[in-house]
């Protein structure tokens, strides 16, 4: 039966995301017809995958949303997911459940347009990947359904590709106002904090660390050390899940320059378009090693007036330094370098 409701997403799929919605139902198919293999031979022992298998999955209060208003999620799966909570919550599903889930993602998917389908797809790729967890930890190693999964991994990193964000990431606590507008690909977060440096124009000298509210990420050192992700396996996409999210990015610990990040508009992506690219911007980044915000008013403060005690002294020490400078075409072609 599985199989044959694969065959009917491909009937289907006559959208941008529709091979996606195929792959992801194969998937889900293969996963159950592995499922009915194993436990047919009793031999084979409580090691091996089963359908009833426990697969918990923890979802946010957005992909649980996401989940509820998809047309064929069947009970008990929709009673379980509609709670009040506005947090993050762990599911008990089984294998079964999680297919199921496939399943109807993969309905909705099929035809799907704009950011709706790509929400959906987002949301597919977390239960596609607890299903395979699944897989690993019962140690089935069918090459059909590795096969499965690498070609749905291979259509969602080709449909990411296609999805474009633009974001207007402000520096917090100065006045007047520091800014820059990009359009970028989903990347790694590690990748954005790339693309953050060379749009302010940062030495990229220090640590940082990305805040969406619910989850800290940094690189993999300091990962570790804060005991938080690891911002080379977290995409924008997991933070900038639909227009008007803001997260936050922090530079340097020491000078504590904090930004916030808006998603502003989530795209197709153009042909023929580089990204990243920056759009606009208002004034130069302040210098590193000021003393942060505090730091940085007293040195405008002391070059905007000559009677300053300090005027001279941070004249020389900074010479040349305008805070009202933004050069976009240097800007680009820093970002052009990250491609």
């Not at 904090?258 to 795209?267: D, G, M, N, P, S």
Request: a negative charge.
């Amino acid at each position: 039966m599985a199989r044959r409701q694969a065959e009917r997403q491909a009937e289907g799929s006559n959208s941008g995301f529709g091979g996606v919605a195929v792959g992801l139902a194969e998937f889900a198919a293969s996963v159950l017809g592995l499922a009915d293999t194993v436990t047919s031979n009793a031999l084979l022992g409580p090691g091996w995958l089963r359908r009833s298998q426990a697969a918990e999955l923890r979802l946010t209060k957005a992909q649980r949303t996401i989940l509820l208003s998809l047309p064929s999620l069947k009970e008990p799966l929709k009673g379980w997911l509609d709670v009040s909570s506005s947090g993050p919550r762990t599911f008990p599903f089984t294998v079964e459940d999680l297919a199921a889930l496939c399943f109807a993602l993969s309905d909705s998917l099929v035809g799907g347009q704009g950011r709706a389908a790509v929400k959906l797809m987002q949301v597919a790729e977390t239960v596609s990947a607890r299903l395979k967890q699944a897989l690993d930890q019962s140690a089935i190693t069918a090459r059909a359904t590795r096969a499965a999964l690498e070609d749905v991994k291979s259509m969602v990193k080709s449909q990411r590709a296609k999805t474009i964000y633009q974001l207007k990431i402000t520096l917090k606590g100065v006045k007047p106002s520091v800014w820059r507008r990009v359009l970028v690909a989903d990347c790694s977060l590690a990748e954005l904090h790339e693309v953050i440096q060379a749009a302010f124009g940062w030495s990229n000298s220090h640590l940082y660390a990305f805040d969406d509210g619910d989850n800290e990420y940094s690189d993999s050192t300091s990962a570790v050390e804060l005991g938080i992700e690891n911002a080379s396996r977290a995409r924008l996409s997991r933070v900038a899940s639909q227009e008007k999210v803001r997260f936050g990015y922090t530079y340097d610990f020491g000078d504590n320059w904090e930004h916030e990040i808006l998603v502003e508009k989530i795209l197709p992506a153009e042909q023929g378009k580089h990204h990243p690219v920056c759009l606009k911007g208002k004034r130069a980044c302040p210098p590193e090693d000021i003393g942060g915000c505090w730091g940085y008013a007293d040195l405008l403060d002391a070059l905007s007036d000559p009677k300053h005690e300090q005027h001279h002294e941070f004249l020389e020490l900074r010479g040349g330094f305008d805070p009202e400078a933004f050069d976009i075409e240097h800007v680009n072609a820093e970002l052009m370098m990250l491609e």
